[in-house]
């Protein structure tokens, strides 16, 4: 079964500093997704990043970057110059591959504090 | 706003209760999931449904059982309800065979006192 771990139950930082959130997953499959989901106070889950394992390249989407080690099956995520409204619980989050149950799979969080 | 929509918002019952906590999936997508989010077990899958079909289980109590209509809609029914069954409920909607992306909904916050 895969599990995913995430280390850092909380961080904290300043107003437009970058941050980087910890994450690694233990899964003996070749092909699968990682994701990373935000979730604010309000409750709803927002999907922020996804990887393709088969994709070498590290997924980028405007402030949010990750950095993808397959064989050491690790899947960070840097936010960089951080805002207000980053402040959110950070879900890690494992897929399988396509053709088998398509269930996620969720680290504990982290919880990110944003201090201005 | 994801397009999933979830009915009711908050539910609070007492213990040895039935409820029923509804999903829409977004216009065309045909694979719903539940998850669970509580204190003691983080995010949790519970089932998976593809055009009316379960096509996954996971960590669901026989207590619990889903189902998806023709028009794609989604009910969990929790039965003999307790104490530790108080959580966030999400629905999640996904096109599915060769998308994996999920969509969440707001969730149902249940509450059993």
């Known amino acids: 079964a895969q599990t995913v771990t995430q280390s850092q139950p909380e961080m904290s930082v300043q107003e437009a500093e970058t941050v980087t959130l910890s994450c690694t997953y233990d899964?003996?499959?070749?092909?699968?997704?990682l994701f990373w989901y935000k979730q604010p106070p309000s409750r709803q889950m927002i999907l922020v990043i996804r990887q393709e394992a088969y994709k070498q390249q590290n997924a980028t989407e405007n402030r949010f970057s990750v950095n993808f080690q397959k064989a050491a099956k690790s899947f960070s995520l840097k936010i960089s110059d951080s805002q207000l409204g980053d402040t959110a619980m950070y879900f890690c989050?494992?897929?399988?591959?396509?053709?088998?149950?398509?269930?996620?799979?969720f680290g504990q969080g982290t919880r990110l504090t944003i201090n201005p | 706003d994801s397009g999933v929509t979830q009915t009711p918002k908050h539910l609070i019952t007492a213990t040895g209760q039935r409820v029923t906590l509804r999903c829409s999936p977004r216009s065309g997508d045909l694979s719903v999931y539940w998850y669970q989010q509580s204190l003691d077990q983080g995010l949790q899958f519970l089932i998976q449904?593809?055009?009316?079909?379960?096509?996954a289980k996971g960590n669901i109590l026989e207590r619990f059982s889903a189902q998806q209509f023709p028009d794609l809609h989604s009910e969990l029914n929790l039965s003999s309800l307790e104490l530790g069954d108080s959580a966030l409920y999400f629905c999640?909607?996904?096109?599915?065979?060769?998308?994996?992306?999920?969509?969440f909904g707001p969730g149902t916050r249940l509450t059993v006192l």
């Open positions: 449904y593809y055009n009316g079909e379960e096509r």
């Open positions: 899964t003996s499959e070749n092909n699968y997704y």
């Open positions: 989050a494992f897929m399988p591959p396509l053709g088998g149950a398509q269930k996620l799979v």
């Open positions: 999640a909607s996904s096109v599915a065979v060769g998308w994996n992306e999920q969509f």
